[in-house]
């Protein structure tokens, strides 16, 4: 199965890997490392990474062509990625598991309600309204305001994170679930990724030298003061008093990891870890964690909440745990191979279908 995925970049399935990983970590009971929630720095990662690789093809697709048919080409490719899956999932929570219906989700609007409904899903959220209004956004700057890409990203990151201080200052709040999982208030983690998307599109020769292992030492460095940011003044909030700096400093703490990750993720993009032989093991194992990750995060909480209930580290939780990871991986490759893959090899085939010019 894999033989067709050797061209992919081994850097950014590592990349995904260890998003997946550090989410299924946090959901089989092993949630903090240093007081930080592993599941939201995999999340962060995610949100990086999506920004980083749609961002290449919107800039490569729309340097070209903006036409209702491109735009139209684009959201067939994305649907098509994350519909199929997703909605069989929520479709069989929906009228097998739980026997009821919850239509916010059907519409990626399940912010700020109950989310102990498919809880994970409230990220899938984020990231669809924003492959829904990124093209729309790129239209405007190129038809109307014709500002550079890096600007003009850099200006919607700067509008963002005002949007957030303002709301932070504004508003009492659950900073978890208004803040961190609010749709427009984390829109500037995939601009992150985008902007790095615009280095290497449009400055390609800074963009490698950029990822080279300053690149890796700037995601460190920012990494930890991420770190020192957000344990101060997101964990322990109730220690630091109200105020101008408490609200800038949690406003900004997101903007730290997304750079940070956005640094890291380049840096493997660019090194020679994309050298290793395709067939080695430990390669195939990585590639196939990455092409199954979508499936997994899918499904992956609710048969941890099923299977995993006895206390972290101990042996009875660890042979839970496999067990579950087991199912996991299986259900995961079998809804690839016959829902996820099926559907993503007929993109073409359909935007052939609804667009003939296409075809030319």
Same mark, same amino acid.
């Given at each position: 199965?894999?033989?067709?995925?050797?061209?992919?970049?081994?850097?950014?399935?590592?990349?995904?890997?260890?998003?997946?990983?550090?989410?299924?970590?946090?959901?089989?009971?092993?949630?903090?490392?240093?007081?930080?929630?592993?599941?939201?720095?995999?999340?962060?990662?995610?949100?990086?990474?999506?920004?980083?690789?749609?961002?290449?093809?919107?800039?490569?697709?729309?340097?070209?062509?903006?036409?209702?048919?491109?735009?139209?080409?684009? /959201?067939?490719?994305?649907?098509?990625?994350?519909? $199929?899956?997703?909605?069989?999932?929520? @479709?069989?929570?929906?009228?097998?598991?739980?026997?009821?219906?919850?239509?916010?989700? /059907?519409?990626?609007?399940?912010?700020?309600?109950?989310?102990?409904?498919?809880?994970?899903?409230?990220?899938?959220?984020?990231?669809?309204?924003?492959?829904?209004?990124? $093209?729309?956004?790129?239209?405007?700057?190129?038809?109307?305001?014709?500002?550079?890409?890096?600007?003009?990203?850099?200006?919607?990151?700067?509008?963002?994170?005002?949007?957030?201080?303002?709301?932070?200052?504004? /508003?009492?709040?659950?900073?978890?679930?208004?803040? %961190?999982?609010?749709?427009?208030? %984390?829109?500037?983690?995939?601009?992150?990724?985008?902007?790095?998307?615009?280095?290497?599109?449009?400055?390609?020769?800074?963009?490698?030298?950029?990822?080279?292992?300053?690149?890796?030492?700037?995601?460190?460095?920012?990494?930890?003061?991420?770190?020192?940011?957000? %344990?101060?003044?997101?964990?322990?909030?109730?220690?630091?008093?109200?105020?101008?700096?408490?609200?800038?400093?949690?406003?900004?703490?997101?903007?730290?990891?997304?750079?940070?990750?956005?640094?890291?993720?380049?840096?493997?993009?660019?090194?020679?870890?994309?050298?290793?032989?395709?067939?080695?093991?430990?390669?195939?194992?990585?590639?196939?964690?990455?092409?199954?990750?979508?499936?997994?995060?899918?499904?992956?909480?609710?048969?941890?909440?099923?299977?995993?209930?006895?206390? $972290?580290?101990?042996?009875?939780?660890?042979?839970?745990?496999?067990?579950?990871?087991?199912?996991?991986?299986?259900?995961?490759?079998?809804?690839?191979?016959?829902?996820?893959? $099926?559907?993503?090899?007929?993109?073409?085939?359909? @935007? %052939?279908?609804?667009?003939?010019?296409?075809?030319?």
């Amino acid at each position: 199965m894999l033989a067709t995925y050797y061209n992919r970049n081994f850097g950014l399935d590592i990349a995904r890997s260890v998003a997946i990983l550090l989410v299924l970590l946090a959901h089989s009971g092993i949630i903090f490392v240093f007081g930080i929630n592993l599941g939201f720095l995999g999340v962060e990662i995610f949100f990086v990474l999506s920004g980083f690789l749609i961002g290449q093809i919107i800039l490569k697709e729309f340097q070209t062509k903006i036409t209702l048919q491109s735009c139209g080409e684009f /959201y067939i490719n994305r649907w098509l990625r994350t519909f $199929p899956l997703y909605y069989l999932v929520l @479709i069989t929570k929906d009228f097998f598991i739980s026997r009821s219906f919850h239509p916010k989700h /059907y519409l990626f609007i399940q912010q700020n309600s109950d989310l102990t409904f498919f809880t994970v899903s409230w990220s899938l959220a984020i990231e669809e309204w924003f492959y829904i209004l990124i $093209p729309l956004v790129f239209i405007v700057n190129i038809r109307w305001l014709h500002l550079k890409s890096v600007f003009f990203i850099a200006l919607l990151i700067i509008i963002i994170l005002t949007a957030r201080y303002y709301y932070i200052s504004n /508003y009492t709040l659950n900073f978890d679930l208004n803040v %961190r999982k609010s749709i427009p208030l %984390r829109f500037d983690a995939l601009l992150t990724g985008v902007l790095f998307s615009v280095f290497k599109v449009h400055y390609n020769a800074l963009y490698i030298k950029l990822a080279g292992l300053w690149s890796f030492i700037f995601s460190i460095i920012l990494f930890s003061i991420a770190l020192i940011i957000y %344990r101060k003044y997101v964990l322990l909030e109730a220690s630091v008093a109200e105020g101008l700096i408490k609200n800038v400093f949690q406003s900004i703490s997101f903007t730290f990891f997304s750079f940070a990750f956005g640094f890291i993720i380049i840096w493997l993009e660019q090194c020679k870890i994309n050298l290793l032989n395709k067939k080695s093991f430990i390669v195939k194992t990585i590639t196939l964690l990455s092409v199954l990750t979508y499936g997994i995060y899918l499904i992956h909480y609710d048969i941890f909440k099923f299977m995993v209930s006895s206390p $972290p580290l101990t042996l009875s939780w660890a042979g839970q745990t496999f067990m579950a990871l087991f199912i996991i991986i299986a259900i995961s490759l079998l809804l690839h191979l016959f829902i996820e893959k $099926p559907a993503m090899d007929y993109r073409k085939t359909f @935007i %052939r279908k609804l667009f003939p010019a296409y075809a030319k």
